[in-house]
């Protein structure tokens, strides 16, 4: 007989189903996250970037450091949850039709929000602060990036990312 199929307590046998692995038979208790239907495995959590840095960076950089923020929040988005269009898409995007990139990345960031069952902080909607008020003073542009990187950072905080 295997240590799955021994007889139980109650008489009967357990079923593949039934067994719950344990360090004795060599497995691993299942997580919280298990339980809950998200995979065992520890994803890998992205990076917590400063929002006035980032803004900064843009500034020096005369904002092909947009490029870089898009690649790698995407990239750490996917590599997350294993959706969303990842780091080399994000960047074509944001290279030939960079105005659906507030979007996207609005988008996905509330995406990991509602896979947890939590209200969605920010959405695609968030995007037409990027297209309505982009060309006023670049006030659109503050307003959406302030909420999806804050929004990001404090997803990434809440699943252990730490301060850099």
Known sequence: MSDVNEPQPDGHEAS???????????????????????PAVAAPVGEVRATGTCILLTVVTLGFY????????HE???QHTGTGIGGPVALIL???VGVVMPFFSSHEVGGLYE?????RPVS????LWALLLGWFFF????????????ALNDYWRSVGAEER
């Open 66 to 73: 947009t490029w870089y923020w898009y690649y790698k929040t």
């Open 139 to 150: 006030v659109g542009l503050i307003v959406w990036f302030v909420k999806t990187n804050g």
């Open 115 to 119: 896979r947890r069952g939590e209200a």
């Open 76 to 78: 750490e988005m996917k």
């Open 16 to 38: 593949p189903l039934e067994s719950t692995p344990t360090p004795e038979s060599g497995g691993s208790p299942p997580s919280a996250y298990a339980a809950a239907g998200a």
């Open 94 to 96: 944001a290279i030939l």
């Open 124 to 127: 695609a909607v968030t995007g």
